[in-house]
Nanobody, 126 residues
């Protein structure tokens, strides 16, 4: 079992920055692709960013490319999402997730993720 806990959410004005963290416990994250997803009120959860085991491969949804950066520190069992130039449309609950993989690749599909955190709220005012 892997337990994931997000932190770093909060309230920020448009154009500002936040850094989300995801702390894992229970197992090492070395064999897991990791991802960030977000959910708007009344909407389905959507993919934001993903990173492979080693961090060598990443992928982002188009609307956050150039503004968000996903990274991980396997030695600390942590994953991060640096969010710059935030927009009101980024307001959502952000979730981190872990997907066991058998190769160093990222995972985009939500259904392939095995473990989820409880979420952290990000609110961006205009």
């Amino acid at each position: 079992q892997v337990q994931l806990v997000e932190s770093g959410g909060g309230f920020v004005q448009a154009g500002g920055s936040l850094r989300l963290s995801c702390a894992a416990s229970g197992r090492t994250l070395s064999n897991y692709a990791m991802g960030w997803f977000r959910q708007y009120p009344g909407k389905e959860r959507e993919f934001v960013a993903t990173i492979s085991w080693t961090g060598s491969a990443t992928h982002y949804r188009d609307s956050v490319k150039g503004r968000f950066t996903i990274s991980r520190d396997n030695a600390k069992n942590q994953m991060y999402l640096q969010m710059n130039n935030l927009k009101p449309g980024d307001t959502a609950i952000y979730y981190c997730a872990a997907a066991e993989t058998f190769g160093d690749h990222f995972v985009v599909t939500e259904a392939l993720y095995d473990y989820w955190g409880q979420g952290t709220q990000v609110t961006v005012s205009s």
